[in-house]
């Protein structure tokens, strides 16, 4: 299986910083890397797909990058509705794997 | 708008057989797309399941050998997980989701005698 590795797993942010959240995959999978935001006692929501397609309703401050092996995930302007949990996924081969998370917490 | 709701028994004892029932409104399972399973256990860790696509062919993990299976009732734009032989280990929340785009609230599965 294909592991991907986030980090950091905790990012301490204040409102307004820009952060860039990373996702290392263990083999090339293209781009075929997803990007979601789950926030507490909530379900997983799509922000990017693809590596760098946005989402019709996700904020624009939300932006991918990355191919093959590393990948970028970049919120510029972090505001207060942004901290929760961060995971990627990739659907370049089977079984589809995650990450383990990035936590973004308010500093 | 597309809304997706799993339902299920909540409490499942071990070596039982767990059923949960995805229902999907607003848009039609024999359309496009993936229709999917997956759980998140305690401590946030994520697993892909299954799916079952538009078509009705479908592909497991396989982490879950043969103890899986994905059906669907295109008549009620529904489809099923049944998971066999559980234990604790299968404790978490399960969603059900089209494609990576819209997941369901999911439901919580505890197994415990």
């Known amino acids: 299986d294909i592991v991907l590795t986030q980090s950091p797993a905790t990012l301490s942010v204040t409102p307004g910083d820009s952060v860039s959240l990373s996702c290392r995959a263990s083999?090339?999978?293209?781009?075929?890397l997803h990007w979601y935001q789950q926030k507490s006692h909530e379900s997983p929501r799509l922000l990017i797909k693809?590596?760098?397609q946005s989402i019709s309703g996700i904020p624009s401050r939300f932006s991918g990058s990355g191919s093959g092996t590393d990948f970028t995930l970049s919120i510029n302007s972090v505001e207060t509705e942004d901290f929760g949990m961060y995971f990627c996924?990739?659907?370049?081969?089977?079984?589809?794997?995650f990450g383990a998370g990035t936590k973004l917490e308010l500093k | 708008d597309v809304q997706l709701q799993e339902s299920g028994p909540g409490l499942v004892k071990p070596s039982q057989s767990l059923s949960l029932t995805c229902t999907v409104t607003?848009?039609?399972?024999?359309?496009?797309?993936?229709w999917n399973w997956i759980r998140q256990f305690p401590g946030n860790k994520l697993e892909w399941m299954g799916y079952?696509?538009?078509?009705?062919?479908?592909s497991y993990n396989p982490s879950l050998k043969s103890r899986i299976s994905i059906t669907r009732d295109t008549s009620k734009n529904q489809f099923f997980l049944q998971l066999n032989s559980v234990t604790t280990e299968d404790t978490a929340t399960y969603y059900c989701?089209?494609?990576?785009?819209?997941w369901g609230q999911g439901t919580t599965l505890t197994v415990s005698s």
């Open positions: 996924q990739q659907s370049n081969s089977w079984p589809h794997t």
């Open positions: 989701a089209m494609g990576f785009d819209y």
């Open positions: 079952i696509s538009y078509s009705g062919s479908t």
């Open positions: 083999q090339s999978i293209s781009n075929n």
């Open positions: 607003g848009y039609s399972i024999t359309s496009d797309y993936a």
């Open positions: 693809y590596a760098s």
